[in-house]
């Protein structure tokens, strides 16, 4: 009997990263103060026994780490193992359990490059698993869900935090402290509620199957920095940046994606230097950056972000510039994912 059940459920891997989900405090009273990444994931799925209600789930601990301290070799590690086990017939979805703080550029990265339709479920927590009303169980047990059920094939790379079901593509940490933390300007895809879900909308961008870029054709990421704009800003950061080898530079521009009257002859000659420079916006509920908007672009030969906020904007410029380094390319790649 028990095999026969088995046989039914979805086999689901939940690859572990770290992150508040496997968070540690001293007290239950401590949501805020405790230390990330201290949980291996086999304590995590034994703490959910619920979950074999939904999945043959099995656990891989990948890394083990604060997600602010994830770097692009990290990221083509995770992206690999991810690539391997989609491939797998014994595999009929993945989990990711990741820290929040950079867990939207992870879910755009693997929506960019996984050549699956498979569910790829990004998943955090914003209390440790030891605090009074810890989110992680819940968002864990809903991922899992996710992963297991038919109806998420083929919708990109998705994350599962507050009930909601959103696009990895769209996703952004919106403020930290609140389990509500975790939004898009265009709204999530859905919802899941006891173990079911619940679709309302598709995402209409480019992704996985449909995407031009694969994993298992990316050696490497080349170096894209970001630089932060505001009042009386100077130029000093961006030289800096493209001193230091910067292939991109996102402009994480004020309002839509203006560029200070002082910057903007520094970009004008990096960019003849052969730096890319891509016009991003750091407004708080999400940027809408249009070409030659503000800024002449086709004169400067600039490209711009639309609404992808500046790390976003790393992400898709780091793995565009795996395949090419035409301005007008990179531009398309902008508007289509
Ligand atoms: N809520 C969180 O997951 C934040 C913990 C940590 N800074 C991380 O991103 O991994």
């Known amino acids: ?29 401590n949501s805020a103060t405790y230390q990330a990444a201290k949980v291996g ?8 026994p619920e979950l074999s209600t939904l999945a043959n789930v099995r656990g891989e601990q990948v890394m083990q780490i604060a997600s602010e301290s994830i770097t692009n070799e ?5 992206g690999r193992r991810v690539s391997e086990l989609a491939d797998s017939k014994d595999v009929d979805g993945i989990v990711i359990t990741h820290g929040t703080d950079t867990l939207e550029e992870t879910a755009y990265f693997l929506n960019l490059v996984e050549k699956t339709d498979k569910p790829i479920i990004v998943v955090g927590s914003m209390r440790p698993g030891t605090a009074m009303s810890a989110d992680g169980m819940l968002n864990l047990y809903n991922a899992v869900a996710v992963a297991s059920s038919k109806e ?18 769209d996703v952004s940490k919106m403020i930290n402290i609140k ?8 709204g999530p895809l859905g919802m899941v509620v006891e173990g079911k ?7 209409a961008k480019r992704h996985t199957m449909d995407s031009e870029f694969d994993i298992k054709n990316i050696k490497s990421l080349p170096d894209v920095e970001i630089a932060y704009s ?29 560029v200070s009257s002082r910057v903007v002859p520094t970009l004008q000659a990096l960019r003849k230097d052969g730096v890319q420079i891509i016009r991003s ?19 400067y030969d600039w490209v711009v972000a639309h609404d992808l906020n500046p790390q976003k904007a790393r992400i898709l410029a780091m793995v565009a510039l795996t395949k090419t380094n035409d301005s007008k390319e990179l531009q398309r790649m902008f508007w289509e994912y």
């Open 41 to 48: 994931i086999e304590q995590l799925i034994a703490g959910i």
């Open 74 to 78: 990290n990221l083509l590690q995770l």
């Open 179 to 186: 389990t509500e933390a975790f939004k898009s300007a265009w």
């Open 1 to 29: 009997k028990e095999a026969e059940t088995q046989a039914k459920l979805a086999n689901v891997v939940v690859l572990a990263t770290g992150g508040t989900i496997a968070g540690a405090g001293a007290s239950a009273a």
């Open 230 to 258: 505001y009042g009386n800003v100077s130029d000093t950061a961006y030289k800096a940046l493209a001193q230091s080898g910067a292939k991109a530079i996102i402009h994480a521009g004020t309002g839509n994606g203006s």
């Open 281 to 299: 916006s750091h407004v708080n509920a999400g940027g809408f950056v249009l070409r030659n908007a503000e800024q002449p672009d086709d004169k």
């Open 197 to 203: 879900s619940y679709w309302f909308r598709l995402p």
């Open 152 to 169: 998420a094939r083929g919708k990109g790379v998705l994350v599962t935090l507050n009930d909601e079901i959103q696009s990895g593509r």
